[in-house]
């Protein structure tokens, strides 16, 4: 998932958070953090202090990874495949049933 607002990074670890079954008192207690701290950031609070988003993100087994070029309609580095989050499949679809007779 592409995280480029606070909003959308809180989006991820609730979903991460729900998708192993861990309610927010159990993945607060995890990552050493308290509950309205973490309803906070999953609600995209803009402001969190970083160490802590950190450990929640280690609690869930998730990894910060920082790509140069990132930002909205960028594209891959010169020669990198597009990230799979990037592909229109409605447009290469598209493209194969065009090329088929």
Same mark, same amino acid.
Do not use: D, E, F, T
């Given at each position: 998932m $592409?995280? !480029?607002t606070p909003k959308d990074l809180g989006t +991820?670890?609730?979903r991460r958070r729900r998708a192993l079954g !861990?309610?927010?008192r159990a993945l607060a207690e995890k990552a050493g953090v308290s509950r309205d701290w973490l309803i906070g950031l999953e609600q995209g609070r803009p402001r969190a202090e970083l160490g802590l988003v950190l450990r929640t993100l280690a609690a869930l087994d998730l990894a910060l990874r920082l790509d140069a070029g990132a930002g909205e309609g960028d594209s891959a580095p010169d020669g990198a495949p597009p990230a799979a989050a990037d592909i229109d499949l409605d447009a290469v679809l598209e493209? +194969? $049933?065009r090329r088929t007779p």
């Open positions: $592409r995280v !480029l +991820a670890i609730g !861990l309610s927010q493209r +194969a $049933r």
